[in-house]
Antibody, heavy 121, light 104 residues
Framework: EVQLVESGGGLVQPGRSLRLSCAAS????????MHWVRQAPGKGLEWVSG????????GYADSVKGRFTISRDNAKNSLYLQMNSLRAEDTALYYC??????????????WGQGTLVTVSS | IQLTQSPSSLSASVGDRVTITCRAS??????LAWYQQKPGKAPKLLIY???TLQSGVPSRFSGSGSGTDFTLTISSLQPEDFATYYC???????FGPGTKVDIK
């Protein structure tokens, strides 16, 4: 059974940093691209960042480019999101999602339950 | 690439045929997916490559379209289908604003 479990969320002041983690199990982690998607309270889905199976291809939404860094450790079956210079508008539930293939234009077939990030003073 | 969805919300009854439209600001071939999200839950993949049903998804869901215009159809709405539906373009992974389907 595929499982994605996010952690690392919490309350953080504007301008500070936070690192999210996603622990994957139930599939061969290094065969698939992975993504982060967020959802602000009561709002729609926003793609944040994605990384190919071997970290050779990485992308970011314009809203987080230069502030967030995605990475993965295939030996630990884990995905990460380093979030720096956090802003109030980064407040959201952050989901980890598995792509259907190792890279490229493929949909997200499994999602975690999310970890909540609240940016407030 | 921007996605628009219509309607933004709709009210329907069990057994109704429901159609949701997603339009892309530029052509995206068939690089489109549809997701269902229920309150407090993670999104669930329904359709990928515009018209391919994800494994385990009931056959009452179908998708069509290519280029800029796409549709998600629920042939006979069931009680468990009341949810919000999002389209997603897979070139740069942006999502549409969502369509909320609730009970009439």
């Amino acid at each position: 059974e595929v499982q994605l479990v996010e952690s690392g969320g919490g309350l953080v002041q504007p301008g500070r940093s936070l690192r999210l983690s996603c622990a994957a199990s139930g599939f061969t982690f290094d065969d698939y691209a992975m993504h982060w998607v967020r959802q602000a309270p009561g709002k729609g889905l926003e793609w944040v960042s994605g990384i190919s199976w071997n970290s050779g291809s990485i992308g970011y939404a314009d809203s987080v480019k230069g502030r967030f860094t995605i990475s993965r450790d295939n030996a630990k079956n884990s995905l990460y999101l380093q979030m720096n210079s956090l802003r109030a508008e980064d407040t959201a539930l952050y989901y980890c999602a598995k792509a259907r293939r190792m890279s490229g234009t493929f949909a997200f077939d499994y999602w975690g339950q999310g970890t909540l990030v609240t940016v407030s003073s | 690439i921007q996605l628009t969805q219509s309607p933004s919300s709709l009210s329907a009854s069990v057994g109704d045929r429901v159609t949701i439209t997603c339009r892309a600001s530029q052509g995206i071939s068939s690089y489109l997916a549809w997701y269902q999200q229920k309150p407090g839950k993670a999104p669930k993949l329904l359709i990928y490559a515009a018209s391919t049903l994800q494994s385990g998804v009931p056959s009452r869901f179908s998708g069509s379209g290519s280029g800029t215009d796409f549709t998600l159809t629920i042939s006979s709405l069931q009680p468990e289908d009341f949810a919000t539906y999002y389209c997603q373009q897979l070139n740069s992974y942006g999502f549409g604003p969502g369509t909320k389907v609730d009970i009439k």
